[in-house]
């Protein structure tokens, strides 16, 4: 609460009341019930509009604006109860702060002001200057050591301020509004560098922004502000798939779902599988019972190996072969979970099988057709009123793509009214449709 009687406007806001109705005390209320935990090594953005009280909130969170009522607590410790020197060694030690205009010393060089933390905690000159130049390597300014910030851009100034708090080496950065002031493209080249940086350093992050497409692609967890309360607190696809009022659905109405959505929020279940050591009538029996051209080859580890297709099937049955480890395509196009829906496309465009979707140790945990695809397209657009029908048409073709017979048990690939190698001249890929199958 700011103003003459903040206790008198926390009980009028403890009975119900509107913000706006406790302006007659001459008190605005910027932050009000806001109540969140924050996991170590997450991302946690904390987002709203101007005058929605998250500036106010972040500097709650190193002591810099003490809370009206309420506590405040980094890792077991109330910092309300904590007096000025025990906020300093925690601002020092335990919290780092990156500013939106930088808060570089003019006068200073990028060394300086990178290992200006350290200084403060009485850190001797050759271990803090050592450590301001392996923080300055990580964010792609080493050789810029004895510049002084007018010397810089304004990317290569933020980037200065990243590094004072990297050199700082506390376990919790704040970062208010730290990309805001820097143009889009430069601001894209520090939130890859940043989600770069805390893969390998697994920093607790609060993020302050109003630019929702950057909460989206950097936050683990979103906080969306509205009038000092929380409106909602979620991932980027809860809060886009299941907004918790009308504010928050009007606030994502326009993003675009394809950055958001990722492989694991759009993929199916990885079926059929096959193994490579397995015969190709078993394999073609395992396809056909599940209704699709091809399946995933697996080893008992769930490792991928590759695919294959039934038209290689019907070949391997002819020619008696007793596996399918000879016929396996092994540069079958393969994402990670965590992987864009948007960064999708280009990669399912040029392969004949649905994308498999692996983890870091490359075992298959879903398979994403090209309809699936389609369907994410069709909604990240379909929301501003454009191109469903197209999308619709899209799957209504895939769901009547023609069927195909192949070999199995005795069964030669060219029997029947239309073999595999028909269809796949007709559709020009190596992995014909089976009506039904998903593609």
Not at 279 to 290: I, K
Not at 325 to 333: A, K, L, P, Q
Not at 412 to 434: F, K, L, V, Y
Request: proline content about 5%; glycine content about 10%.
């Amino acid at each position: 609460m700011f103003g003459r009687r903040p206790g008198r406007a926390v009980e009028l806001l403890a009975d119900g009341r509107h913000r706006d109705e406790i302006k007659s005390l001459n008190v605005t209320a910027a932050v009000i019930d806001v109540s969140f935990e924050v996991q170590p090594g997450e991302i946690f953005v904390v987002m709203g509009l101007s005058g929605s009280g998250k500036s106010t909130l972040i500097r709650m969170l190193n002591g810099l604006l003490p809370p009206t009522a309420g506590s405040v607590e980094i890792e077991g410790t109330d910092i309300t109860k904590l007096g000025k020197s025990g906020l300093r060694r925690l601002r020092s030690e335990k919290v780092s702060m990156v500013f939106q205009h930088f808060a570089l010393f003019p006068h200073r060089t990028v060394l300086d002001n990178a290992a200006y933390g350290l200084e403060v905690r009485g850190v001797a000159r050759s271990e803090r200057e050592a450590k301001a130049r392996e923080a300055l390597a990580l964010v792609g300014l080493d050789g810029w050591e004895l510049k002084v910030p007018g010397q810089l851009s304004g990317g290569m100034q933020q980037r200065v301020g990243l590094a004072r708090a990297l050199a700082a080496d506390t376990d919790i950065i704040l970062m208010d509004e730290a990309f805001s002031a820097l143009d889009p493209l430069i601001r894209r080249d520090m939130q890859s560098q940043l989600l770069e940086l805390q893969e390998s350093l697994g920093k607790t992050i609060i993020f302050i922004t109003h630019d929702l497409n950057e909460a989206m692609r950097l936050g683990d967890r979103i906080c969306v502000l509205r009038d000092g309360r929380v409106a909602q607190i979620g991932t980027a696809e809860e809060i886009l798939n299941d907004p918790a009022n009308d504010y928050v659905a009007q606030f994502v109405e326009d993003v675009d779902r394809t950055r958001v959505l990722t492989a694991s929020s759009v993929m199916e279940a990885p079926i059929p599988v096959v193994d490579p050591g397995q015969g190709p009538r078993a394999a073609l029996r395992t396809m056909r019972e599940n209704q699709t051209p091809w399946a995933f080859v697996v080893r008992r580890n769930r490792r991928l190996v590759g695919a294959v297709g039934e038209t290689a099937i019907g070949e391997a049955v002819r020619d008696n072969a007793k596996e399918i480890d000879g016929i396996v395509e092994t540069g079958v196009e393969r994402v990670h979970p965590d992987t864009p829906v948007a960064d999708m496309f280009g990669q399912a465009a040029e392969s004949s099988y649905p994308l498999a979707v692996v983890d870091d140790q490359e075992r298959l945990v879903g398979v994403i057709p090209r309809v699936t695809l389609l369907a994410a397209l069709a909604s990240s657009v379909g929301d501003n009123g454009e191109a469903e029908p197209a999308a619709e048409a899209s799957g209504d073709a895939a769901e009547s793509a023609p069927g195909t017979e192949a070999a199995a048990d005795g069964e030669t690939a060219d029997e029947g009214p239309q073999s595999a190698a028909q269809t796949e001249s007709d559709r020009g890929d190596d992995a014909p449709a089976t009506e039904g199958s998903r593609q």
